[in-house]
């Protein structure tokens, strides 16, 4: 079985810890949201779409992974992330905003990780 | 401790509701959590309940506590807060006495829940987050005992203050500038 390439998932994760730490620095520094770190919000979503395009294209070539139902829940959620961290930190009107932001990057991290663990095609 | 100059803008440190401040914060990773440990233990139990029924029905019941708090914590109503101190009160108990179980008893957890190992498989959040929506709580109860002016019932009058003027993120109002300043908010 070839395996899918890792380049994006990798980038996925650097990019999400980056946008972890950024927004994390902003909360210390007492910033709120603003267009940027929305934009780099924006980046992370296209990625995760790009990772949810490839699996979904294994998928079609009728490649199976051991736990389907879960891997589907994972394509579902996966993209839902940045999505309603973005909603839900720009009603915070305070540092707390890009708090949100900061868990969403790092649970795109993590969510490449475990879709890693549920189907090993998918290479970090 | 309390002058007003902690806070270089104005809104950035008045929280208006459970969830608003660092509550935003508590709620998204409550939800999170909720979302994650409730639907992961969904699909064990349709799939392979017998394979480790312990560890999926604890899964389970962690989920309806996340759930709990995170819907309780979002509303912020006298109530909700003391359904919200309870859930993160079981929840803290919860990962403390299963984690300890499944360190003593591993072959009663042939599969992990959220709270085994204290939490390690969730970078043990399951055991900081309760502590930390204990404090919030605890800090809410507070604000309101120092904010009201003669306040018996601490909280519901409080809350009675805030709630006069306006429900949920417009009740700022009612909680005037200077309680919140007295506060060190």
């Given at each position: 079985?070839?395996s899918?390439n ?5 980038t996925i994760i650097?990019a999400?810890?980056?946008l972890a ?6 909360t210390?520094?007492n910033?709120r949201m603003?267009?940027?770190l929305?934009?780099?919000?924006g980046?992370l979503?296209?990625?995760?779409l ?10 079609a070539?009728g490649?199976r ?14 993209p839902l992330?940045?999505?309603?961290a ?6 915070e ?9 900061a868990v969403?990057g790092?649970?795109?991290?993590v ?5 890693h663990?549920i ?5 970090v | 401790?309390?002058?007003p100059?902690?806070s270089?803008?104005p809104?950035?440190s008045?929280p208006d509701?459970?969830?608003t ?5 508590l ?5 999170l ?7 992961r ?6 799939t ?5 029924p312990?560890?999926?029905l604890?899964s389970a019941?962690?989920?309806?506590v ?7 914590l979002?509303i912020?109503s006298p ?7 309870l ?6 108990v919860g990962?403390?006495a ?8 591993p ?6 829940t959220?709270w085994?190992s ?8 399951p ?7 204990l404090?919030?709580?605890?800090r ?20 009675a ?6 429900r949920?993120e417009?009740?700022?109002?009612g909680?005037?500038?200077?309680d919140v300043?007295a506060?060190?908010?």
């Amino acid at each position: 079985m070839s395996s899918v390439n890792g380049a994006v998932p990798t980038t996925i994760i650097v990019a999400g810890l980056a946008l972890a730490g950024y927004a994390l620095l902003m909360t210390a520094l007492n910033r709120r949201m603003n267009v940027p770190l929305l934009a780099a919000v924006g980046v992370l979503e296209i990625l995760l779409l790009v990772e949810v395009g490839i699996i979904v294209a294994k998928l079609a070539d009728g490649a199976r992974p051991a736990q389907l139902p879960t891997l589907i829940g994972y394509l579902i959620a996966t993209p839902l992330v940045p999505v309603a961290a973005a909603f839900w930190g720009l009603m915070e009107r305070s540092r707390w905003g890009p708090a949100v932001i900061a868990v969403a990057g790092l649970v795109a991290a993590v969510l490449m990780v475990r879709l890693h663990q549920i189907w090993p095609v998918i290479h970090v | 401790m309390s002058e007003p100059m902690t806070s270089p803008e104005p809104t950035a440190s008045r929280p208006d509701s459970t969830k608003t401040g660092p509550g935003r914060l508590l709620v998204a990773v409550y939800g999170l959590f909720a979302l994650s440990a409730s639907a992961r233990a969904g699909v064990q139990i349709a799939t392979k309940f017998s394979h480790a029924p312990v560890a999926y029905l604890l899964s389970a019941f962690a989920g309806l506590v996340y759930i709990l708090a995170a819907v309780t914590l979002s509303i912020g109503s006298p109530t909700a807060r003391r359904i919200a101190v309870l859930s993160c009160s079981v929840e803290l108990v919860g990962v403390l006495a299963v984690g300890t179980w499944s360190l003593a008893d591993p072959a009663s957890f042939p599969d992990a829940t959220v709270w085994s190992s204290y939490g390690s498989g969730y970078g043990f959040v399951p055991l900081v987050l309760p502590v930390f929506g204990l404090l919030w709580l605890r800090r809410w109860a507070r604000r309101n005992r120092t904010g009201g002016t003669t306040v018996t019932s601490a909280e519901d009058a409080g809350e009675a203050a805030a709630g006069g003027v306006a429900r949920g993120e417009g009740g700022a109002p009612g909680r005037g500038a200077k309680d919140v300043v007295a506060d060190g908010r």
